[in-house]
């Protein structure tokens, strides 16, 4: 088949690699200039996979599959863009995220480290004791990559005859003939079509708004007061660093930067809309993380990164095809873990046509 795809995030990529596999015909078309776009959710330096999940138990089981994804991508790239760091979760109140994602970790029977205040701040001293009840640590998890990962995998697919062309934007889709129009006013027409447009995609399809919202939000990129460097780049991802910000963070680790970010600083926002960082707004995002951590003020701000993403209602991944044109979702916040077993899977969903099956494995149901 001669299959199109729209979008080179993660989603995009991963299914450019494995139809290429397959032996299909590949394009794979980019708005940006360059991949990855700096603007799209699969454009930065680090994302966390983990096995801890609050109530989404399909998704953990997932994983399993998702880490098996990306050794097969590791093995063709020859390269490994991952950090097995661990990954930490803290409570500071009952029934906080922190502890939903403990409980998720104990439905799976997944092991973990449970430290006392005092013991969690002696591992790790950027931690202010008096304000969080438990700390516990998952060995299953870390770091991965994205800008390397998107950066190797051009360069994969390229050598395996895979059409790339950035700089070119998709203007309309058409279900019934397979042609892409181009903004330059170029029209191509494919067998298949499938759309991983990230937060652009209601742009393309308008109709799916009633399952997509899009969002901004912004993480931060911090410099830690000297003495707790050494702490920082030996430390885990924090899958939540508990109370009620719905506030994660990557480690700087591998050369990556200290990055923070929050749940509670997204709001409703078309995806080219309002992407220059605002003025304070890494000092906001910073302060969001006192408690649990100490010494908040001394961190310095390197750089905010705006950023666009889509969520449904209830946080699970999207599929939908009409005539020839397959779109995925794989956001809500949490889908780059998965982005090479989506790949994998939008692929065989091209090649056989079970669209209810893909749409029961995103849902991770
Ligand atoms: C701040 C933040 C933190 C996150 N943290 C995590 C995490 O720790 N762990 C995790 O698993 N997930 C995390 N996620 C979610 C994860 O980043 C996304 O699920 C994933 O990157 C989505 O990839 P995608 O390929 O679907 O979309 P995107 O990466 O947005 O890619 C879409 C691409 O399509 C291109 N495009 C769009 N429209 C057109 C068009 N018309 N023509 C041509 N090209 C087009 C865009 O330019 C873009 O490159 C986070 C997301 C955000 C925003």
């Given at each position: ?8 995030g ?13 032996g299909?015909?590949v394009?794979?078309v980019?708005q ?13 330096q680090?994302r ?40 930490m ?6 029934g906080?995220?922190?502890e ?9 029977g997944?092991?973990?480290?449970l ?10 001293p950027f931690?202010d004791?008096?304000t ?6 998952s ?6 990559f994205p800008?390397?990962?998107a950066?190797?995998?051009v ?10 062309r950035?700089?070119a934007?998709?203007?309309s ?10 903004a330059d006013g170029g029209r191509?027409?494919?067998?298949r ?5 990230g ?6 399809l ?9 969002y901004r939000?912004?993480v931060v ?23 009620t910000v ?6 700087a680790?591998?050369g ?7 749940g ?7 995806p080219?809309?309002d ?9 906001i995002?910073r ?13 310095g ?12 209602a209830d946080?699970?991944?999207l ?6 044109v397959?779109v995925v979702?794989?956001c ?16 065989a969903?091209?090649?056989s046509?079970?669209?209810a099956g893909?749409?029961a ?5």
């Open positions: 088949m001669n299959v199109a795809i729209v979008g080179a993660i989603a995009g990529l991963s299914t450019a690699w494995a139809l290429n596999k397959a299909h015909a394009t794979l980019e940006a200039a360059a991949i990855p776009n700096p603007y799209a959710a699969s454009g930065d680090h966390i996979i983990r096995r801890a999940y609050a109530g989404a138990d399909g998704y953990a089981r997932t994983i399993t599959e998702a880490f098996a994804a990306w050794d097969e991508l590791w093995t063709d790239l020859g390269q490994v863009h991952y950090k097995a760091c661990g990954v979760g803290i409570s500071q109140i009952a906080d995220e922190g939903d994602y403990r409980d998720g970790l104990d439905r799976m997944s092991p973990y480290a430290f006392e205040p005092a013991e969690a701040a002696r591992r790790y931690l004791p008096a969080f009840r438990y700390a516990y640590l060995g299953e998890g870390g770091a991965l800008a390397r990962i950066a190797g995998m360069r994969l697919l390229r050598e395996r005859g895979v059409t790339i950035e700089g934007a998709v203007i889709v058409d279900p019934d003939s397979g042609a892409l129009s181009f191509l027409a494919f067998d079509i499938v759309v991983t447009a937060a652009w995609t209601l742009r393309l308008p109709e799916l708004a009633d399952a997509l919202k899009t939000t912004g990129y911090l410099d830690p007061p000297d003495d707790l460097k050494p702490a920082w780049a030996a430390a885990p991802c924090i899958v939540d660093v508990g109370g719905d506030g994660y963070v990557l480690p680790v591998d990556t930067d200290l990055k923070l970010g929050a509670v600083h997204k709001v409703p926002m078309a080219d809309l992407r220059e960082p605002r003025p304070g707004e890494g000092e995002i302060d969001y993380f006192a408690p649990p951590f100490a010494r908040i003020a001394e961190y701000v390197k750089r905010v990164a705006s950023c666009a993403y889509t969520f449904t946080h699970k991944f599929s939908r095809r009409t005539g020839r397959l979702s794989a809500s916040g949490h889908g780059y873990k998965f982005g090479a077993a989506v790949g994998r899977r939008v692929a969903a091209v090649e046509g079970d669209d893909l749409l494995w995103l849902r991770a149901e």
